[in-house]
């Protein structure tokens, strides 16, 4: 779930230097996606129009985030036919600019985002860029579109004999479409939280295939055919580069701390954590905080525990609803082991587990978020498509020993 | 600037495991903060009460996001007097709720927000948290506060004889205080930016001292003293926990990409760099996206070099607005390395420079991003308070190496 993905084409031969000093890349669940993002692409309705009427698109279809699948291991993909009485035959036929005109803020926009092309599979081409298009479309019947929303997914579920499978912590699917899935729910889940404007409080409108939400200086609602649109008030979002139009990612780190000594690994226990579980450590960076401080900040006000250095290690992407775990390697101070829940009282416990009880945990079969526990065991951990698992993992590998590793 | 701050108090000694193998831990300008942010008493008001009220609180002040200083390497504040006429004499008196209730969009609510505690300097004491309280408040004239902005200003820069010194790009703070600025700084822009709910396109109101913002249920606009608020619509972000309440962060990467046999360094001039300059490449990272896999991605589109291994360096908190930059070092494929700007055309430019070519750059004395050119030299680079900087200098170092440092 956790090693280097083989078929992703820029991955190098194990000779490159930096894999003599630092071991294969450790490619977490939920990235290693197959598709190019050619997000440059995204503001070109020719390409988009292009892409989406071609025999070979895929689109991946979201009701309230759960994806459409054969079963929770492999997604299914409707074809344009399917989804055509919702967006329309033609949605990225208008300009961008010629889409803002159009606006009106009484008209539930049906979001069809452009995921990227899989090179692997040859068919479309535009200009130099090949590969078979990606799209996801948010199918929850909402607003204006109710109905559209419900026959269009009536119509592909008996057509394909498929369903849509809760999406909720959905760590059963094959890793790419994982990949796949991760950045779908992100960008439909940012949309849909993001309906107004929070520079001034009037309604947005998605643009750049579901990439960018901008607040348009006119709207048609109440407006008569053929008349002109009516003006909004100045939006300081309209002015320069705003990071409100952009989709929103929170950073959070995620570290496994060892001991002074290097033989303990550091734990905790949430509160609606399944019996017996623990695991790393994990919080919100802040606002003028790197990614080393928040670790130091966020294991100290959990648990008391003073860490020196930390080590970053690799990185996850979470969607739920849009994190972006930032895995960590910390040691803690010789003399700020004590551990003490008292500062923020968000964890339950949190112990020090020798390096072979973790072991142990490790070897047994792991056990996911909602699966009920059927055997004792001393100590359970979260299972290997969580980041927190590799990072107990790499210590427990010697990832911490002076010997670099292959 | 960028070397570990000494007196961090949690920075273990160089023997310790970590630091054997990895050196010492990069600490980037604008990090090496000394306050503790203690965020786990921003909801406590009588905690905020108390250290508001406290002699040895600092408050530092920004209009329109310059800060109060001395002079372009020194921070100055102000004290609790200063700031009263604008923010009353006990802003944190009333509990949260209570602060809720009493939410009224037509007045503007200036923002203080609590920064933390600097625990080298005693005096002020909380349970078992020690240190003197800093506060940071913004005196921006806006709204329904203009005149007591405004004489507040007046009055602390003729009583102190200090001035506001222009806060765009300030590289030149002493690194302490810089940590601290940036703090201020992000979190007092994301308030600013966000004064409506992006969920329902209502007015939100800041609470937890300036560190969220939630949409108030009620609003006591247009009401007659002494009769309840008006309800107001429900909105979204009142339901669990909505990521829309707390503050922004965009996560970055940034990368010196080193020649598939290690000898050259990828640098790019962006269209509105001073003459001479080039630096890393960097970009934003999306949503359902790997650290790893945004340095590929950014890599190849801006210049069309394919990267294989990716590790991640350090992190540089840069609050022009709210980005954390992820600094990586990755190593280019071997038949990968043809440069090509026609993907994504950011980049004016971008070059294979040598290692000798880069390290005479880095000898030279660093010019700032508005600094004029006042010799001829092949190459500029970022100064040492930018990651780019310090990201060349580690591949310079022999980060790539096999020999582990230290």
């Not at 036929?93 to 090179?119: C, R, W």
């Not at 002074?260 to 226990?269: E, M, P």
């Not at 803690?332 to 500062?343: D, F, K, R, S, V």
Request: with cysteine.
């Amino acid at each position: 779930m956790s090693t280097a993905i083989p078929d992703l084409p820029l991955l190098a031969t194990d000779d490159s230097m930096l894999s003599r000093k630092f071991g294969r890349e450790v490619a977490n669940y939920f990235s290693g996606s197959p598709l190019n993002r050619v997000s440059f692409l995204r503001a070109d309705h020719a390409f988009l129009n292009a892409a989406f009427a071609h025999p070979s698109a895929s689109f991946l279809l979201l009701d309230n985030y759960s994806p459409l699948a054969k079963d929770t291991t492999t997604l299914a993909y409707a074809s344009k036919e399917d989804i055509v009485p919702l967006t329309g035959p033609e949605p990225f036929k208008p300009t961008e600019e010629e889409h803002i005109k159009s606006f009106n803020s009484a008209v539930t926009q049906p979001i069809v985002l452009f995921m990227g092309l899989d090179e692997k599979k040859t068919g479309f081409q535009y200009r130099e860029y090949k590969g078979n298009p990606y799209f996801a479309v948010d199918v929850t019947p909402k607003g204006s579109i109710v109905e559209k929303a419900k026959s269009v997914i009536e119509a592909v579920k008996t057509k394909r004999g498929v369903s849509f499978i809760p999406g909720a912590r959905l760590l059963t699917l094959n890793a790419p479409e994982a990949a796949i899935y991760a950045q779908a729910r992100a960008l439909l889940d940012w949309n849909a939280r993001n309906p107004f404007c929070g520079g001034c409080g009037e309604r947005t409108m998605s643009i750049n295939a579901g990439t960018k939400r901008v607040c348009p200086p006119t709207d048609l609602a109440g407006v008569p055919e053929g008349a002109e649109p009516k003006k909004r008030e100045d939006c300081p979002t309209r002015h320069g580069i705003s990071n409100l139009s952009f989709p929103r990612t929170d950073p959070t780190v995620i570290m496994a701390i060892v001991s002074a000594d290097g033989t303990k690994l550091l734990l905790g226990r949430g509160k609606r954590y399944p019996p017996g579980w623990y695991s790393t450590l994990a919080g919100f960076l802040e606002p003028g905080e790197s990614i080393e401080e928040a670790v130091r900040r966020e294991t100290w006000e959990e648990s008391g525990v003073h860490v020196s250095r930390v080590v970053i290690h690799s990185s996850q992407p979470w969607p739920y609803p849009a994190n972006l775990m930032i895995g960590a390697i910390g040691q803690a101070a010789p003399n700020g082991e004590t551990i003490n829940l008292g500062n923020d009282p968000e964890l339950e416990d949190a112990k020090w587990y020798t390096f072979d009880e973790v072991r142990e945990a490790m070897g047994a079969s792991s056990v996911g978020f909602g699966e009920p526990v059927t055997e004792k065991r001393k100590l359970r951990i979260p299972p290997q498509t969580a980041i927190a698992n590799r990072l107990m993992a790499a210590v427990l590998d010697g990832y911490l020993s002076a010997t670099p590793k292959m």
